[in-house]
């Protein structure tokens, strides 16, 4: 009887103070953070901060991880990553190093990139231009056989793209396929919740950066772990071997 009024008691306390949920660090911007540890090695393209303070970075002259899918909730910061390695280039890289595309559904999201250099333009999801854009990229990739320049295709929503045209969806697919290995490097968001509706696409990815999920069911299908719980990530989380590495994306201006 007392084990269970101190359980009562227990439960009723945690209802008056709840725990505190997991507090984002307050990171400084990412000029800062890049003037801190540039120059980068060679050809190392910046994704954020791990939890230990390190830079996460991604080799553009390897093409082995192939496609990255960043994968998470609504509201879940996956514009935001992919803005923050946009602006990464532009700090890093010149023009004739490293350029990049975006497509999206939202162009108004991106008014703060229209100016710059490494951009190579904004594309506005099902125009006509975006479906030049992809058939563009599988020629250049097709004709790159040793140039040093790499182009990263920056799309803001898989399943927006899967309902192109048949051969846009087929370009697309190519570039997933091949496209790493010709320096054509593709990060594509795509909601949690639908990735059920897209089991066929999620196998061209085999990296996959995770923002927060709270379903298991979802986090189960995208991770391939039972045990791994993504609804209490700070930010963003990377497979490191079997474990999850936490990481930040900082802001930018």
């Known amino acids: 009887m007392i084990e269970a009024l101190t359980e009562l008691a227990q439960e009723k306390q945690a209802d008056v103070n709840p725990p505190l949920p997991k507090v984002q660090p307050v990171l400084p911007a990412l000029t800062s953070i890049l003037n801190q540890i540039t120059p980068l090695p060679q050809h190392a393209l910046f994704l954020g901060i791990a939890e230990d303070d390190l830079p996460v970075l991604l080799n553009l002259s390897y093409p082995i991880p192939g496609p990255i899918l960043i994968v998470g909730d609504e509201k879940s910061d996956k514009t935001l990553l992919l803005q923050t390695i946009a602006r990464a280039v532009d700090l890093t890289y010149a023009q004739n190093e490293v350029q990049y595309a975006v497509v ?13 250099q490494n951009n190579n333009f904004l594309y506005q999801t099902g125009d006509y231009n975006t479906k030049e854009l ?28 899967t309902k192109l045209d048949e051969q846009a969806t087929q370009n697309l ?6 496209g790493t290995s010709r320096r054509v490097w593709t990060f594509i968001t795509l909601n949690a919740k639908r990735a059920s509706h897209l089991k066929e ?8 950066l995770f923002a927060r999920i709270e379903n298991s069911d979802n986090a189960y299908l995208l991770t391939g772990n039972r045990d791994a719980s993504l609804a209490d990530l700070n930010q963003f989380a990377m497979r490191e071997n079997d474990k999850l590495l936490g990481f930040y994306a900082p802001s930018i201006e």
């Open 104 to 116: 999206t559904q939202y162009p108004d999201e991106w008014k703060k990139f229209y100016k710059d």
């Open 201 to 208: 696409w999620l196998e061209f990815f085999h990296t996959r």
């Open 173 to 178: 697919r190519w570039l997933l396929l091949r």
């Open 134 to 161: 992809l058939e563009s990229l599988v020629t250049w990739a097709h004709r790159n056989k040793g140039e040093q320049q790499s182009v990263l295709l920056l799309i803001d929503d898989l399943e927006a793209m």
